[in-house]
């Protein structure tokens, strides 16, 4: 990965980015006036979330999560992010969606953190029972997090081309391979991604009571707790990391390696899970199975290969008929300022990364660069905005920040390939704003949440403040009549769906869940 040597490969052309997809899947976490996390019902406006489409709840019943359809542009899809977050707004009554990853204040008592209830079915249930089994393994505080997935899919002219002039016998196999190379790159740059776009430096103290941790107070007396030059807790070890997955031999480098290592992971039990059972003293199941990790899903990675799944497949199941369709990025904290949790310029930058990701070159990633870049993402994590800092490069150690510079130049003339196509600067301004917080740690994200909590006396107060400004903002923004009616059919149809899906059950949950667990 020489970033020195970067070129274009002489068969790309701007006209190749016209065919990229791009939808996001955006949490938030529901919050009461006085600032503690929602313990209501899933508003019932808003359909079925086990059956909706675009609007469902992600780990806790109180965090919900709004899901776009794949746009051909950025702007459809941010418009459309924009919609649903009116629908959610108009249904909260006097709750607010809070605006930051890391959550409002939450209840003491891990049993007060609801679980997702997704109705009667077999398969609700089990969805349910998969947000028990992290609750006991990991603690119900980890599922009040929110983020942002970026999901995109790279046009098949760009491959079609690619596989021309690469002598490969197999389009499938090359495109899976072009796929795994971005990933691969992409958990290189994470470091990058999480200085530009981290903005959880602080926590409420409620989320580590009870908790070993670095972190210090904002100010005296403080009911923020920070970590000075902090980006991203989210992404660290009060986030979503944890010391099981770490150890997990799950590589990038081959698409059936990659399959056979999450499907070992799932096969595979675990002492610790063990000892807590699958079911509690009455039998009632607790947890899906004891296994390193219950379903696919469960496995946390920056990045992840998907395919769209049909009905009762798996993921891996469908990349290994399929292969990969698209990437999810899943690196990203909320933005907070955004009415949406994410800008423009944001994604335009995500895209220009992407491609950079996928045309750069990508040598095979094992263990000890993984260990290596970890230590990166830990660094990071918790000193990015230091100007001092170094991590250790594939080239040996350098200052992160000169790091950072030499990559987001290298971006250079893939933003200028998007913009020539598209017509605009967008992207080319997107890239000058990250330029600009590579060079003054003042401008990034995180360090605007730290100032603006010093100035309010809390993220707390930051956060509700932000809150409210979006719920007024979006419950002024109007719908089309025509999208007004199609998300109302949409809802209605989601509850018929969940009652005909409870309907057809001819199992008992028991039987179901023991059928599953073999």
């Known amino acids: 990965m020489k970033t020195q040597q970067f070129r274009l490969p002489e068969w790309f052309s701007s006209d190749l980015v016209a065919g990229m997809k791009r939808g996001i899947e955006k949490e938030g976490l529901r919050m009461r006036p006085d600032g503690y996390a ?34 051909s542009s950025i702007k459809e899809a941010l418009d459309m992010l924009r919609e649903l977050h009116v629908l959610v707004h108009r249904s909260l009554g006097d709750e607010l969606m809070w605006p930051l990853s890391m959550p409002c204040m939450t209840a003491d008592n891990d049993e007060d953190i609801p679980l997702a209830d997704y109705g009667t079915s077999n398969i ?18 980890m599922q009040t997090i929110a983020g ?79 970590q000075p030059h902090g980006t991203s807790l989210r992404m660290g070890k009060l986030g979503y990391t944890n010391s099981v997955q770490e150890d997990l031999n799950i590589e990038y480098n081959d698409l059936n390696e990659y399959i056979k290592g999450l499907r070992a992971a799932i096969g595979t039990p675990f002492k610790d899970f063990s000892d807590i059972g699958v079911d509690d003293k009455d039998g009632n199941p607790i947890q899906i199975n004891d296994h390193i990790l219950q379903i696919e899903n469960e496995f946390y990675s920056p990045i992840r290969p998907k395919q769209i799944t049909k009905s009762g497949e798996t993921p891996t199941a469908a990349l290994a008929d399929r292969g990969i369709a698209y990437v999810e990025f ?73 790091w950072i510079v030499k990559h987001l130049t290298n971006m250079q003339i893939i933003a200028d390939a998007f913009d020539d196509h598209h017509g605009g600067n967008a992207y080319r301004e997107a890239l ?8 003054n740690p003042e401008f990034t994200l995180s360090a605007q949440i730290e100032t603006d909590s010093r100035r309010l006396g809390s993220t707390w107060a930051l956060g509700k403040l932000l809150a409210k400004k979006h ?48």
């Open 38 to 71: 929602a313990r209501t019902p899933h508003p019932a406006d808003l359909g079925s979330k086990l059956t909706h489409p675009y609007i469902t709840t992600d780990y806790s019943e109180n965090l919900l999560e709004l899901i776009t359809k794949p746009f």
């Open 124 to 141: 609700g249930k089990l969805k349910t029972l998969y947000r028990s089994g992290l609750g006991v393994r990991y603690g119900r505080k």
């Open 148 to 226: 942002l997935h970026y999901n995109l899919s790279i046009g098949d002219d760009l491959f079609d081309r690619w596989f021309k002039h690469s002598g490969d016998q197999d389009f499938t196999s090359f495109k899976n391979d072009k796929y795994l190379a971005l990933i691969r790159n992409f958990k290189r740059l994470t470091p990058l991604v999480l200085y530009l776009l981290g903005a959880s430096p602080a926590v409420c103290a409620s989320f580590i009571k009870g908790r070993e941790h670095h972190l210090v107070p904002l100010s005296d007396g403080s009911c923020t707790y920070y």
């Open 330 to 402: 899943r690196a990203i904290d909320l933005d907070p300022y955004s009415d949406i949790g994410i800008r423009v310029q944001t994604a335009c930058f995500l895209e220009v990364l992407a491609v950079y990701c996928l045309l750069l070159d990508s040598p095979a990633l094992y263990k000890d660069e993984e260990k290596r870049l970890q230590a990166n993402i830990d660094t990071v994590v918790n000193h990015g905005r230091n100007t001092d800092l170094v991590i250790n490069t594939e080239i040996g150690d350098m200052y992160l920040h000169d």
């Open 432 to 439: 000058a704003m990250m330029q600009g917080k590579a060079t």
């Open 471 to 518: 719920q007024n903002d979006l419950l002024n923004h109007a719908l089309s009549q025509e999208n007004e009616a199609h998300f109302a059919k949409v809802a209605k149809d989601s509850i018929q769906e969940q009652a005909y899906i409870e309907q057809a059950d001819t199992l008992s949950f028991y039987d179901y869940i023991q059928s599953y667990r073999q």
